[in-house]
């Protein structure tokens, strides 16, 4: 199992593209399966979730191509077996996006319930109660969920809470539904409006993306397209706050600003310059950092995948900062890995407060999840001596060769075999 190493105490220079957005890729591969003809994916990251989406929908009978680095293209004449086996949903939660697409276009799908995950329960409850609403017909047994639709229909679906993968879900279900559905209390985030255009270009009618409601007008077919996946924002964010917390001076090219008012206004309170420039975003950072306050909300509000990244820098900061945890109830797995390199954190429920220390020390460390990962490395960025981080499966999940994104700015870090 590889692990990775890190000398802390240089600053980051340098220009860094910005990969494409996992989180985009992933239900655009799900929508694959609503057409017979091939759809074109450009721009996608090499990692470790989209390889597990490709076995999977391989598994379900579609061909898969490649035309070279950062394009697929994905073909589904038929699907003999409309299934998500445990095997591959336990490994990846978004595998439950096939289940909107196989009901609208093969009447049927089985797939694994998700469960929880390291970081909090998230069910696919309102998943279901949506395609319900629809017209479909829902039994769970034995950990598998079945829907069954002849057709689904246009329904008026309110999601007691925001979810993402739910929106999209039902959004890959309408657009063959018979009728119009409505979406109330949508998620609004920028890889939803990626799938609704991507779908809209397909031949779907789909308005309001972007808002807390979506309206989308059944149509019979959809035709094969081209679409270009968006930057990833965590990607991005995650190595804005590498930049300002090293004192660092970093050009982001291909970095989707606009996607990160909440967490810009957060660096600029704690210091750090960003401004726009032909090519790209610079974030200039500068000691000392001050402390900053930070609460994790859906889209548009601060990201709760950017909430262990912020909390590595506040370990460093002037001052005292609490960050408050809205979204997953324990997604705080990090602090203790940081408290083992000096950082002063306590933990209170969903709050978290950081009192800043004057320098942390290199240690061995085991990330819990995707972000964690991240965490635990811009903290070795910062600290002194070595740090090992282990575990960092969880990291090529979801970040394309930080590794070697970071060494080319000027990090003394490597990736080791163990």
């Known amino acids: 199992?590889?692990?990775?190493?890190?000398?802390?105490?240089n600053r980051l220079v340098g220009e860094v593209t910005v990969s494409g957005a996992k989180n985009a890729v992933l239900p655009l591969m799900a929508a694959s399966l609503l057409v017979d003809g091939w759809t074109t994916i450009t721009n996608v990251p090499s990692l470790r979730?989209?390889?597990?989406?490709?076995?999977?929908?391989?598994?379900?009978?579609?061909?898969?191509?490649?035309?070279?680095?950062?394009?697929?293209?994905?073909?589904?004449?038929d699907v003999p077996v409309p299934e998500a086996p445990y095997d591959m949903v336990k490994t990846m939660r978004a595998s439950v996006l096939v289940l909107g697409p196989l009901v609208s276009r093969f009447k049927k799908a089985r797939v694994?319930?998700?469960?929880?995950?390291?970081?909090?329960?998230?069910?696919?409850?309102?998943?279901?109660?949506?395609?319900?609403?629809?017209?479909a017909e829902v039994s769970i047994e034995h950990g598998y969920v079945t829907v069954t639709a002849e057709k689904l229909k246009g329904a008026k679906i309110y999601m007691d809470t925001t979810t993402v993968t739910g929106t999209e879900n039902l959004m890959l279900a309408a657009v063959h539904a018979e009728g119009t559905t409505v979406l109330e209390n949508a998620a609004l985030e920028p890889e939803v409006v990626c799938l609704a255009d991507a779908l809209n270009r397909m031949g779907a009618v789909i308005k309001g993306a972007g808002t807390d409601t979506i309206r989308i007008e059944g149509v019979r077919a959809l035709k094969p397209v081209?679409?270009?996946v968006i930057p990833d924002r965590?990607?991005?964010?995650?190595?804005?706050?590498?930049?300002?917390?090293?004192?660092?001076n970093v050009l982001l090219k291909d970095c989707p600003l606009h996607h990160l008012e909440s967490l810009s206004v957060k660096l600029r309170e704690a210091g750090a310059e960003i401004a726009e420039e032909a090519g790209g975003v610079r974030v200039i950072?500068?000691?000392?950092?001050?402390?900053?306050?930070?609460?994790?909300i859906p889209y548009p509000g601060f990201p709760t995948d950017m909430q262990a990244q912020i909390m590595a820098m506040m370990t460093v900061a002037g001052g005292l900062s609490v960050i408050t945890e809205t979204v997953f109830e324990n997604r705080f797995m990090h602090v203790g890995e940081l408290k083992r390199m000096g950082a002063d954190i306590t933990v209170d429920g969903r709050c978290a407060v950081v009192r800043g220390v004057k320098h942390l020390s290199g240690a061995p460390l085991m990330a819990t999840d995707l972000r964690a990962s991240a965490s635990l490395i811009l903290a070795g960025l910062v600290a002194e001596g070595r740090t090992e981080v282990s575990r960092i499966y969880h990291l090529d999940r979801g970040y394309e060769r930080i590794e070697e994104?970071?060494?080319?700015?000027?990090?003394?870090?490597?990736?080791?075999k163990s």
């Open 1 to 9: 199992m590889d692990k990775i190493l890190i000398e802390g105490g």
């Open 226 to 228: 081209e679409v270009r």
């Open 285 to 296: 950072g500068d000691w000392p950092i001050r402390s900053v306050d930070i609460k994790t």
């Open 234 to 248: 965590i990607e991005a964010g995650t190595f804005m706050v590498a930049s300002a917390m090293t004192r660092g």
């Open 112 to 135: 694994s319930l998700p469960g929880g995950c390291a970081i909090g329960a998230r069910p696919i409850d309102l998943h279901l109660m949506g395609l319900k609403k629809m017209g």
């Open 405 to 416: 994104k970071l060494k080319r700015l000027g990090a003394k870090i490597e990736r080791v």
């Open 49 to 77: 979730d989209i390889d597990t989406f490709k076995v999977l929908l391989r598994h379900l009978g579609c061909e898969i191509e490649s035309d070279g680095p950062g394009t697929m293209r994905i073909r589904t004449r």
